[in-house]
């Protein structure tokens, strides 16, 4: 059995030249070391870092490297002559607007800026601009430009786009200079990111991959479809690492997809089941992924109150996702591996015990010791001092330079896809459009909260289909959130996860669906097919927003525990029978016929739904729909005895 999990490979950092390759993983390591120092309030000598100073060095640090390492077409294998270029300026440009932070901080000599200012920060932002195609694709970019100039004509626009119009010197200057552009959300949310991003480069970098795997197959790799779970599971843990839909996709699957498809999956199956972990891993605490403190920031809550909120759901999920895989294996007859294939328990726990308690350090910093921003860095920290425990995975030099790089390219991938945020803000917000806009889905919806709210599903998935969930929520974060809030008096957390949700799953929703197309690749499986499988195993992801969003017990906001425990086990009983009419089989009846499990899935979601009157009709249905069935099984048994 194969378990080596690696990072997904997006960058070209094996064709830099060796200087670039030792200046890397040494920037990096500034770079982390500028972070700790801001963090926890160290200073040199008598120099205490701004706010606006520290964002600056940090994009010296690390954004001068998305030239190097992210390709501008697939055809730059190597490094070109300009890439070196852009890099320069990028690092230029940040070094002296580091020596002018205090001023840029006053504001007043900057929005508008100088002409030598002005022409700096028109580079920096063409440069943002290239960084985000070479990150997200043309879409994200084109994006950026449209909604960052959108000042530029946005008297222009009819009714709710009109907004307030600037000049191009002062569009600029308010993109590069001020709070409502790049110095304000996407590098807050950086610096709240940056210590999660140094702890997942530890954990990666030191093995963590391979423990999860293993252990995911020394758990469930003996019971029917093991390898199948094991996806799930080890999707689950490493897509909480990541934080990204994609590299999970191909780190864990190009493990785990193989594996399902000799053990009688089909492929498209296996794909599906793949593109389905990955997908849901982006919310599970207790990394997740940047959509998560973006809202933070938003919010401004606590990021130990977006943990509580986003865990029940993400467990709801997963919980549907293996129910499934589980009544199809019991349907087609499907094993578990052979116990020489599977790891052994002791093994890999003995072996990987300081990961265990690495996660549940973390966890104990953040919910009880509110250490917050501090307590990935005690982690990290505590992570490495652990690694020492055992010879697997001791913190060698070598090691340490491979957890370096990681980090790097995380936290430079990071910056270019969060940074661009920046346009998207200073025209939605520096034109006044944002508020408009919520005021128009209100007028729009006729103030009836369910047509809002289904305008806001097309929105969220139409921005999703396409890669962009952090851009889709933020934008519809300061226009579909305000009105869903005051039409309906809904839970403001609740609103916003699910518009996390809803952008999220685009990328296992047809017609695009890049998560299951990447899978189906891996599968060699057709990526329609697999994309409309994913539809079919994902199903809790399309429902189970709805029902936190009417009721936020399901994600800790209730009144009470009681009701909170309530409302969770109902969940996992609807989404059982849900489950089982999705896939044909239910425990302890049998398969169920192709006329009886329509019924099936609408006893589930009738008992998932968060009123009692809708409980007690899917339970009177659920009831007499599985007596049929396991009549129907009991008549067939009797004929084929007779």
């Known amino acids: 059995m194969e378990t080596e999990i690696k990072v997904a490979e997006i960058t070209r950092y094996e064709t830099l030249p060796k200087f670039l390759k030792v200046i890397f993983p040494t920037f990096s390591a500034i770079g982390i070391a500028i972070a700790f120092s801001y963090h926890f309030g160290y200073t040199v000598g008598k120099v205490f870092l701004s706010e606006f100073a520290f964002y600056y060095l940090l994009f010296a640090c690390f954004f001068t490297f998305t030239f190097l390492l992210l390709p501008g077409s697939k055809k730059d294998k190597k490094v070109p002559l300009y890439d070196i270029v ?22 007043s000599d900057w929005v508008p800026a100088k002409p030598f200012n002005l022409l700096l920060g028109s580079i920096f932002l063409f440069l943002l601009w290239e960084a985000a195609r070479r990150m997200a694709g043309g879409v994200y970019a084109g994006l950026c430009v449209i909604v960052g100039f959108y000042p530029l004509y946005a008297d222009y626009m009819p009714g709710p786009l009109y907004g307030m119009s600037f000049p191009l010197d002062f569009t600029i200057s308010l993109i590069n200079f001020s709070t409502v552009g790049v110095l304000g959300i996407p590098s807050r949310v950086i610096v709240i990111l940056f210590g999660f991003l140094i702890f997942a480069g530890v954990l990666i970098g030191s093995g963590a991959g391979v423990f999860f795997l293993n252990l995911a197959f020394a758990l469930l790799g003996r019971f029917r479809g093991g390898p199948a779970k094991v996806a799930v599971i080890a999707s689950c843990f490493f897509g909480s690492l990541s934080g990204s839909i994609f590299s999970n996709v191909v780190a864990t699957g190009s493990v785990t997809i193989p594996a399902m498809k000799r053990l009688g999956y089909p492929p498209y199956y296996a794909g599906a089941i793949e593109a389905c972990a990955s997908t849901g891993g982006v919310l599970m605490p207790p990394v997740m992924g940047a959509v998560a403190f973006v809202m933070c920031v938003i919010l401004g809550v606590e990021y130990a109150v977006v943990i509580a909120a986003a865990f029940i759901p993400a467990i709801l999920y997963y919980f549907g996702l293996l129910m499934q895989v589980d009544f ?43 250490w917050e921003t501090r307590a990935p860095f005690y982690a990290s920290g505590l992570m490495v001092l652990l690694s020492f425990t055992t010879r697997a995975n001791r913190m060698t030099p070598q090691r340490m330079v491979s957890v370096l790089l990681v980090t790097g390219k995380l936290i430079v991938e990071t910056f270019a896809i969060l940074l661009p945020l920046g346009c998207i803000m200073a025209g939605l917000i520096g034109t006044g459009v944002a508020s408009s806009a919520t005021a128009s889905l209100v007028a729009l919806g006729g103030e009836n909260l369910y047509l809002v709210l289904l305008l806001g599903v097309v929105a969220c998935y139409l921005m999703g289909m396409v890669g962009m969930i952090v851009p889709a929520y933020l934008f519809l974060a300061v226009t579909l959130a305000p009105a869903l809030v005051k039409i309906g008096g809904l839970n403001s957390l609740a609103v916003h996860l699910f518009i996390i949700y809803y952008a999220m799953l685009a990328a296992i929703t047809p017609p695009v669906a890049p998560g299951s197309f990447i899978a189906a690749s891996i599968a060699e499986s057709s990526p329609m097919r697999t994309a409309l499988q994913s539809m079919r195993l994902g199903v809790v992801i399309y429902i189970i927003p709805f029902f936190f969003l009417f009721n936020p017990a399901l994600i800790l906001q209730g009144p009470s525990l009681f009701e909170s425990f309530y409302s969770i086990a109902l969940c996992l009983l609807g989404i059982t029978i849900i489950a089982a009419g999705m896939e044909g089989y239910l425990v302890r009846v049998g398969k169920v016929p192709l006329i009886m499990r329509g019924p099936l899935v609408l006893a589930g979601v009738l008992i998932t739904f968060p009123e009692w009157k809708t409980d007690v009709i899917g339970a009177i249905l659920g009831f007499f729909t599985t007596a049929i069935i396991w009549k129907l099984n009991k008549r067939a048994i009797e004929k084929q005895l007779e």
Do not use: E
Not at 89 to 98: E, K, P, Q, R
């Open 328 to 370: 199809y294996a019991a349907k087609v007859g499907l094993r578990g591996l052979p116990a020489d294939k599977i790891p052994s328990l002791k093994k890999t726990l003995k072996d990987g015990w300081p990961f265990v308690t690495v996660l549940v350090f973390l966890v104990w910093g953040l919910l009880f010791m509110r």
């Open 86 to 107: 852009f890099a320069a300026l990028i690092f230029g440009i940040s070094i002296y607007f580091f020596l002018n932070a205090d001023s840029i901080l006053a504001g």
